[in-house]
Nanobody, 125 residues
Framework: QAKLVESGGDSVQSGQSLKLSCVIS????????LGWFRQAPGKERERVAW???????DIADFARARFTIAQDKTKNTVYLQMNNLEPDDTAMYFC???????????????????WGQGTQVTVSS
């Protein structure tokens, strides 16, 4: 059973940066996707970014200019670097991990994926 533990969330001012980390253990896939999602109060969870085992990444339009995702395989950790934060970035941020392909779909983040408990990011103006 995989375990994902996020950290790095904090309360910051607009324009500041944060780096989130997600340490993954007990994860047996050699071909995988790792992702970051967020959910603000009263809103649906939305995808922020993902990275797959060979290094390709995908970042949501709202985050592309300010956020980057990276992995350190030696530390079993995936990072989300968030720059120039805005109040609309306030949310609980979750990481997820799972197999790269499911039913022919790349990085589906479906029911086969493992999720962390989240780390809170609060941005004030």
């Amino acid at each position: 059973q995989a375990k994902l533990v996020e950290s790095g969330g904090d309360s910051v001012q607009s324009g500041q940066s944060l780096k989130l980390s997600c340490v993954i253990s007990g994860f047996g896939y050699s071909s995988y996707c790792l992702g970051w999602f967020r959910q603000a109060p009263g809103k649906e969870r939305e995808r922020v970014a993902w990275i797959e085992s060979e290094g390709s990444v995908d970042i949501a339009d709202f985050a592309r200019a300010r956020f980057t995702i990276a992995q350190d395989k030696t530390k079993n950790t995936v990072y989300l670097q968030m720059n120039n934060l805005e109040p609309d970035d306030t949310a609980m941020y979750f990481c997820a991990a799972g197999p790269k392909w499911t039913n022919g779909k790349l990085c589906p983040f479906d029911s086969r994926y493992y999720w962390g408990q989240g780390t809170q990011v609060t941005v004030s103006s």
